[in-house]
């Protein structure tokens, strides 16, 4: 599996533009796929957009993602999907947590 699978080329370009195809290709796809679901459940709407800004993210086991998005929910409510796809910037909160969750492991 890889990447062109969840993106179209418009945003594969816009990818390898922000990072560095080594790190790309460090990217375990089995995890990818995981989180990629995990924010599907959630009914993300800006799935690529969290890609193209925040791939970080699918490289933190998806354990730790969900703990993160958990706690997001409980701090913005309900409409937490909207209110991250309004301002993406907020999605910062879900990375680090997940990484704080993953580091304390």
């Known amino acids: ?3 062109e699978n969840y993106l179209d080329r418009k945003y594969i370009d816009l990818l390898y533009e922000n990072y560095e195809e080594f790190y790309l290709n460090l990217i375990d796809m089995e995890n990818f ?4 679901n995990l924010l599907k459940e959630c009914k993300f709407e800006c799935i690529e957009d969290i890609i193209l800004n925040y791939i970080e993210i699918f490289n933190v086991e998806c354990d730790f993602v969900k703990m993160a998005l958990d706690d997001i929910h409980t701090e913005l409510g309900d409409d937490y999907q909207s209110k991250i796809k309004k301002d ?9 947590l997940a990484i704080d969750y993953s580091e304390k492991e």
């Not at 796929?33 to 990629?36: E, F, L, P, S, T």
């Not at 993406?88 to 680090?96: A, Q, Y």
């Open 33 to 36: 796929d995981k989180v990629y």
């Open 1 to 3: 599996m890889t990447l």
């Open 88 to 96: 993406l910037r907020l999605f910062e909160k879900v990375l680090n």
